[in-house]
């Protein structure tokens, strides 16, 4: 039997703007740890969040990037989540009302076919913050670093409609291209500005069912994003073939 994957990504993007995405602090991460911080971006009981307008224009903007429409009413929901990076226990995200549906990129397929990838909805939310781990002497620590808490993120979620890594690496270098052009972001895999996630199922060819599917998360370069989906559809595929 033939078989076919199915693939859909959800790409995570840092804004490039000058403060976090609830609070005034410098959205600077890199700086010396904890420096960036106040009650809002330590999740402090009792502080109130307060939306950066800048944050909210370039989400927009990029989200226009892409043609998709923008919500007449969109809202932040809590996601609970519970890990030390997240003290407070859940993120402010947006899962009823994104900012934007639809949209989506055209790529050129290695048959050379010209392909319309669509994007589902695009979201904002806040990050997390940092875990380091350390060793004392012999005695392993983790350290939080609160500088990357609460900075602005969008995250696209595209449609299941890849078929191939090299679907999935082109569509990540259009996007990459699309927003650093409308100026939202830098999008660098190596710095932690754009980090990907791909979800992957296989069926067999000409079914339109959704199998069960894998997801390899917080990938950081295109490259290790088709990796991982050769990777993927490979083991399902003998996973499969062995019942
Ligand atoms: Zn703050």
Same mark, same amino acid.
């Given at each position: 039997m033939e078989f076919e994957a199915v693939i859909g990504l959800e790409i995570h993007v840092e804004l490039n703007? /000058?403060?976090k995405l609830f609070c005034d602090? #410098?959205?600077? #991460?890199?700086?010396? #740890?904890? /420096?960036?911080?106040?009650p809002t971006c330590l999740w402090f009981p009792g502080a109130v969040p307060r939306l950066s307008e800048e944050a909210l224009n370039k989400a927009a903007l990029l989200c226009l990037g892409f043609g998709a429409e923008l919500q007449p009413v969109s809202a932040f929901d809590q996601k609970v989540y519970y890990y030390p990076d997240l003290p407070k226990g859940y993120q402010l995200s947006? /899962?009823?009302?994104?900012?934007s549906r639809g949209g989506g990129i055209e790529i050129m397929n290695e048959e050379g076919v010209t392909r319309r990838l669509r994007i589902h909805h695009i979201h904002m939310e806040e990050d997390v913050a940092k875990l380091v781990h350390e060793m004392e002497g012999r005695t392993p620590i983790s350290l939080v670093d609160?500088?990357? /808490?609460g900075a602005p993120l969008v995250e696209i979620v595209t449609e #299941?409609?890849?078929?191939?890594p090299f679907e999935a690496m082109e569509f990540l270098k259009a996007l990459r291209t699309q927003i650093r052009y409308v100026g939202?972001?830098?999008?660098s895999m190596e710095n932690g500005t754009m980090r990907a996630d791909a979800n992957i199922s296989i069926r067999p060819k000409g079914s339109t069912e959704l199998n069960t599917k894998v997801e390899v998360k917080n990938m950081n370069s295109i490259k290790h994003v088709g990796d991982a989906i050769a990777y993927e559809i490979k083991r399902q595929t003998e996973s499969v073939g062995n019942g």
């Open positions: 703007c /000058a403060t602090c #410098p959205n600077n #991460p890199g700086d010396e #740890p904890n /420096a960036n911080t106040c947006q /899962a009823h009302l994104p900012l609160f500088n990357r /808490a #299941p409609d890849f078929r191939t939202s972001s830098e999008c």
